[in-house]
């Protein structure tokens, strides 16, 4: 079985500080891990993925398989990042995405 | 593009009856799912296809039924509809498995 889980349904932060959003996730092979994001009024989009590794709008995620985490990071969080955001795995083979339960964020002027 | 493209955008049924959700790409991708989202439980898979004439079931499929008509269809159909599945419906769409997603717009389903 696979499983993600976000800890944080909410999560408020300072324009300019920084953000971290957590990402952890259960499952026995080799996973393959993404972020998505849902602006308001918009649709879900993939934000980033780890097999790419790059820094998309500024921010990374690295996965970590000793710790089976896939944190979301941005050094400096701007108001446009407020939205919800949802970590996603897909396991070895399979066309199934499971998605976490997500995170609001939340960015304060 | 229009890329993935969902009918209606919102609906209000009443208990029991019956109505089938509408899903369409124009990307040529072999995959398609439905997916469910509730407040504070994310999304959830219904069913999927993993390519044109196969289905499969997913994490909460009791009360639906799909059809991939072709490559680019794919519809959800409630039965008889109950006030348990009412919720944002999001039909998606990928190239393989583990291939990035790209999502519809959403239904707004309401079951009075």
């Known amino acids: 079985a696979q499983r993600v889980t976000q800890p944080e349904k909410l999560l408020s932060v300072f324009k300019g500080a920084p953000v971290e959003l957590k990402c952890n996730y259960s499952y026995s092979g080799s996973p393959e891990l993404f972020w998505y994001v849902q602006y308001s009024r918009q649709r879900l989009q993939l934000l980033l993925r780890?097999?790419s590794r790059e820094s998309i709008k500024g921010f990374t995620a690295d996965l970590n398989k000793g710790e089976t985490s896939f944190h979301l990071k941005k050094p400096f969080a701007q108001e446009e990042d407020s939205a919800m955001y949802y970590c996603a795995l897909s396991g070895a083979g399979s066309y199934q995405l499971t998605f976490g339960k997500g995170t609001k964020l939340s960015v304060i002027p | 593009n229009a890329g993935v493209t969902q009918t209606p955008k919102f609906q209000v049924l009443k208990t029991g009856q019956s109505m089938t959700l509408q899903c369409a790409q124009d990307m040529n991708h072999n995959s398609m799912y439905w997916y469910r989202q509730d407040p504070g439980m994310g999304l959830r898979l219904i069913y999927y296809s993993a390519s044109e004439g196969t289905t499969d079931k997913g994490e909460v499929p009791n009360g639906y039924n799909v059809s991939r008509l072709n490559k680019r269809e794919f519809s959800l159909r409630l039965e008889s509809a109950a006030p348990s599945q009412t919720s944002v419906y999001f039909c998606?769409?990928?190239?393989?498995?583990?291939?990035?997603?790209?999502f519809g717009q959403g239904t707004r389903l309401t079951v009075v």
């Open positions: 780890h097999i």
């Open positions: 998606a769409s990928s190239l393989e498995a583990r291939t990035e997603a790209f």
